[in-house]
């Protein structure tokens, strides 16, 4: 792979990256993840400098995954660097067992959603990863052998979290050019023998890619890029389809403007890009339903007949459809990290027990307080007051999430793992 050179042309690269995600603070904090190799220090070292150029700055977060001996005298080496440059450091730590399969995807979740969780005890809204031209071809390379897909356009260079927006400024380097990076900078880094096992899937894939000629490696750096606009176009339409037709609450229930729907002209793949996006807001999934149940779903809706999917009930009323969360008695919601039902944040320090009303009498007096404190949205249907959360009180219930948007007043409110667009960041 060619290598572009020179520190400042590395810089300029990493600032186009940082000016195309925008979006910044006037002083703007952002938090990286460092694991101690050449990737992410040469990331940590870029960042801080253009923190520290506008007033602001970095936190380093390394998460010591304990699955090697030498790792805490690495992590603890890797924070004796930082101190002497004055980046603040975090280490987190692993504990307890380990899976004994699926290792690399359980690192990877529990590793996320620590540093997730930094981001959101320090007020951070920008998590930048190192994740670089190689990892993208890896990545879209292992998504490849699982069938067709998605994946094919491979990492997002912006990927917006329930708390944080995670940011890959780095996907347009190569790893030669970050090791150039530290070392013209004096920075030294830490190897993870890990990282050469035959057990892990990636490092196999790593040494296939790196056995093929260059025009091979040029031509999937051709269709990945093809791939990111077609993703980029269809998240583009969904945002437009989501901004026209659709409204989300901050009570955790949605309304479409069917009719609009209706005389839009079809196209399917945008379709289901809105009733997915729409279906994963409101139900708290993880990903999208499949494409065969969401075209089914979709000709269903634009008959004027409801449906049940993703965790969703779709209903017609209001003039359109109601897209509301599905209650299963059998299973009610629980409270756990913070969150009731997944989707709810609750304070700290508010101490009431959340539940979905129980009877018709509650359910009218959620329309009740909905008419009394009106958020400047249509009154709900009773079918929609049913999944609308509420806590008791003395003269009955009461509906946290309508006490007021300012989360200083209201201890209760809407927070769910996607926004209905990628340019959607949910912020605690």
């Known amino acids: ?37 050449a990737d992410s220090l040469a990331l940590l070292r870029l960042a801080d400098a253009w923190c520290r150029a506008r007033g ?28 002497d440059l004055d980046i603040p450091h975090r280490i987190l730590v692993w504990e307890g067992e380990k899976p004994e399969t699926g290792i690399e995807a359980a690192a990877r979740h529990v590793r996320h959603a620590a540093l997730e969780a930094v981001c959101r005890a320090e007020g951070v809204l920008h998590l930048l990863l190192a994740h670089h031209a190689g990892d993208q071809r890896e990545t879209v390379t292992m998504r490849a052998a699982r069938g067709p897909g998605p994946g094919e356009a491979g990492m ?24 150039e990076l530290c070392r013209a900078l004096g920075q030294p880094w830490i190897e993870d023998p890990s990282n050469a096992s035959g057990i892990f899937e990636r490092n196999r894939v790593r040494k296939r890619l790196a056995a093929l000629p260059q025009e091979k490696l040029s031509a999937l750096d051709a269709a990945i890029a093809a791939a990111q606009a077609r993703r980029a176009a269809a998240e583009a339409a969904t945002a437009a389809r989501v901004q026209a037709w659709a409204r989300v609450s901050s009570l955790g229930f949605a309304w479409v403007d069917v009719a609009a729907w209706r005389a839009a002209p079809r196209d399917a793949a945008a379709d289901r890009g809105f009733l997915a996006a729409l279906l994963r807001c409101i139900g708290g999934g993880g990903y999208a339903p499949p494409r065969l149940a969401l075209d089914r779903a979709c000709e269903t809706l634009l008959a004027g ?7 969703c009930v779709l209903r017609p009323g209001g003039g359109g459809l109601w897209i509301l969360r599905e209650c299963r008695s059998a299973v009610p919601p629980r409270r756990a990290e913070g969150l009731w039902d997944g989707r709810f944040s609750v304070a700290a320090e508010w101490d009431g027990r959340l539940r979905y009303p129980r009877d018709a009498a509650e359910r009218e007096a959620v329309l ?9 949205e249509a009154p709900p249907s009773c079918a929609v007051a049913a999944r609308i959360p509420v806590a008791d009180a003395v003269d009955g219930v009461c509906v946290p999430g309508l006490l007021g948007y300012d989360p200083g007043v209201s201890p209760v409110r809407f927070r769910p793992p996607h926004g209905v667009s990628a340019c959607t960041v949910w912020l605690a």
């Open 1 to 37: 792979m060619p290598v572009g050179g020179s520190i400042a042309d590395i810089r300029a690269r990493f600032d186009a990256a940082m000016a195309g995600f925008g979006g910044f603070e006037s002083r703007p904090l952002l938090a990286v993840g460092v694991s101690g190799g």
């Open 56 to 83: 602001g700055s970095a936190l380093a977060v390394t998460f010591d995954h304990r699955l090697r001996p030498e790792s805490a005298a690495e992590a603890a080496r890797l924070g004796g660097w930082l101190a």
């Open 156 to 179: 997002a260079a912006l990927d917006a979290r329930r708390d944080v927006r995670v940011l890959r400024p780095l996907l347009g380097c190569e790893k030669a050019e970050l090791q």
């Open 305 to 311: 007949q409801g449906a049940t999917l993703a965790g």
């Open 368 to 376: 009740a307080a909905f008419s009394a404190l009106g958020p400047g």
